[in-house]
């Protein structure tokens, strides 16, 4: 920032540009944004995403600029209004700038709105203090809309999940901050069954919120509160009393686990010191090389990561092999594969193939969904039933019981970490993100699937692309004007490739529109 001015409650995010200009009160610019010499921003303008904003530019109050914008010219008349507030998962944004305690009240009305009267759901937080207060906003306004709510104490987003399905309510919504940014709020809108709601619903939501349609009810229909305390307890209860915990008490394993969250150590810590696990748990630490050294130095079996939230899960071998992401999702494919030959397991468009040859192993089938956690979970669902399912549900969403599960596996079947990873073939996959306008999306899909019609192609979600030595996905960004290219390969550099090449090819169709 060079000799510029900002007034009250100004939020500028990452990579901005400010030289010469004027921000009015309460203006948000997004990420790597440039406003240049003796432009002035009026109070309350948003300016979205890479947007510039030339000299001696003049923006009334309450404009919003579309991402990757070019403003050449003063923008007085008009206003534009988002129609849409889900993403790709959920709701999020800047805590008091994107989600203020009044807005959330609304959108917590108009979540009580869809629903009949008298129904129940749940609303839960992180023990952070902003969720609490956005928690109590929201509670406001379901009850108004003549809903009963249940109040529950901080919990993490699986055990939130988990309430929703034991106490059988119509739905419910879990706060949360993001893990990377504290000053970025995330609220989770979840169905009768714990999963996230479906676009229908996320549709009706939205024009009872802008169209402040709401379902008022009498004083006499509004419910009492009830506060539940200590459910993540009764959560640890039951998922104890699930588990084989003779089996874990034999083999004693000697584990390290690893929270940036104080909350989920004080969760995960005491769970399996009781189950028989020899316990270790690090709040503080830093990269993967420092969690491998502590793994040696206290003579641990492996080391376990997980998120502030619950969600997700990482391993760590003593050998230095990190367990997440694609390779994850391969290990418990095959714990699955092993524990239920011929079972189903369910996987978005974007997974490694590896999966499928894990699968022909033990004559089981895998199914591709679209790259949404929501997809995923529905089709597991759908399922339940299925012993299986509901171990991959538990594997893929709660950190925590999926843990849990995996040390009782190995623990009955008397086989490592180690020994598990040495079965799973080499995944060599590479992510791009290239820049693309919204309204330029459609063409960018019509040209690659013209240019591509010798090859056999997919259109579950996106392009996908099979390739003779492995495939490459290009499919639109929910949330950004961006594509997101994902490939794989024979090998590292195959897969590098095939990334690169699409990547190039998407930027040089945006540049000749």
């Known amino acids: 920032m060079v000799r510029s001015i900002l007034w009250d409650n100004c939020y500028v995010e990452n990579g901005s540009e400010l030289r010469g200009a004027i921000l009015c009160n309460h203006v948000n610019l997004k990420n790597y944004v440039s406003v240049f010499e003796n432009s002035v921003i009026g109070a309350g303008c948003k300016i979205n995403e890479r947007s510039i904003i030339k000299p001696n530019i003049r923006l009334w109050p309450e404009k919003v600029v579309e991402p990757l914008a070019i403003v050449d010219r003063n923008l007085i008349w008009g206003s534009k209004r988002n129609s849409k507030i889900f993403g790709e998962n ?16 609304r959108l917590g009305a108009a979540y009580g709105s869809h629903l009949k009267t008298g129904s129940k759901v749940v609303v839960s937080s992180t023990n952070s203090n902003s969720a609490r207060m956005f928690k109590h906003a929201f509670i406001s306004g379901i009850l108004s809309v003549g809903i009963e709510v249940f109040n529950m104490s901080s919990l993490l987003t699986p055990i939130s999940r988990y309430a929703i399905s034991y106490l059988k309510t119509e739905g419910g919504i879990h706060i949360k901050t993001d893990m990377d940014n504290p000053n970025l709020i995330r609220v989770d809108f979840m169905d009768s069954r714990g999963t996230s709601i479906g676009k229908f619903s996320e549709r009706k939501i939205e024009n009872s919120f802008f169209r402040e349609d709401f379902k008022r009810c009498s004083s006499q229909q509004i419910s009492r509160l009830n506060n539940i305390t200590d459910f993540s307890s009764f959560y640890v209860k039951n998922l104890t009393e ?13 584990i390290c686990i690893f929270s940036k969250s104080e909350f989920v150590l004080s969760i995960v810590g005491p769970m399996l010191t009781n189950m028989g696990c020899q316990t270790i748990c690090y709040e503080n630490y830093s990269d993967i090389s420092s969690v491998t050294s502590v793994l040696v130095e206290t003579n641990c079996e492996f080391g376990a990561i997980i998120d502030s939230n619950g969600e997700n899960l990482s391993l760590i071998s003593r050998e230095g092999i990190v367990v997440k992401d694609d390779l994850f999702e391969a290990f418990i494919s095959l714990i699955i594969f092993k524990r239920s030959p011929g079972t189903t397991f369910y996987v978005p468009i974007t997974s490694s193939n590896v999966i499928e040859r894990l699968a022909s192993r033990y004559r089981c089938v895998v199914k591709r969904t679209k790259n949404s956690l929501q997809a995923v979970m529905n089709e597991i669902l759908s399922e339940r039933s299925n012993s299986a399912g509901s171990d991959q549900l538990i594997l893929n969403f709660d950190a925590i019981a ?85 490939s794989e390969g024979s090998s590292a550099i195959t897969a590098k490739e095939h990334c690169v090449r699409f990547h190039n090819i998407v930027e040089r169709i945006i540049t000749n529109c």
């Open 242 to 254: 699930s588990t084989n915990i003779h089996a874990i008490k034999q083999h004693s394993l000697r």
């Open 90 to 105: 959920g709701i999020s944004g800047i805590i008091n700038v994107d989600i203020s305690p009044e807005y959330a009240t």
């Open 402 to 486: 999926g843990l849990v599960k995996i040390i009782e596996y190995m623990c009955v079947s008397g086989i490592t970490l180690n020994q598990l990873l040495l079965e799973i073939p080499k995944i060599y996959i590479d992510r791009k993100s290239v820049y693309c306008p919204w309204e330029l999306k459609g063409t960018v899909m019509r040209r690659i699937i013209n240019d591509n019609k010798d090859k056999k192609a997919e259109l579950l979600d996106g392009i996908k692309i099979y390739l003779e030595d492995g495939w490459v996905l290009i499919i639109p960004d929910a949330d950004t004007p961006a594509f997101k290219i994902i």
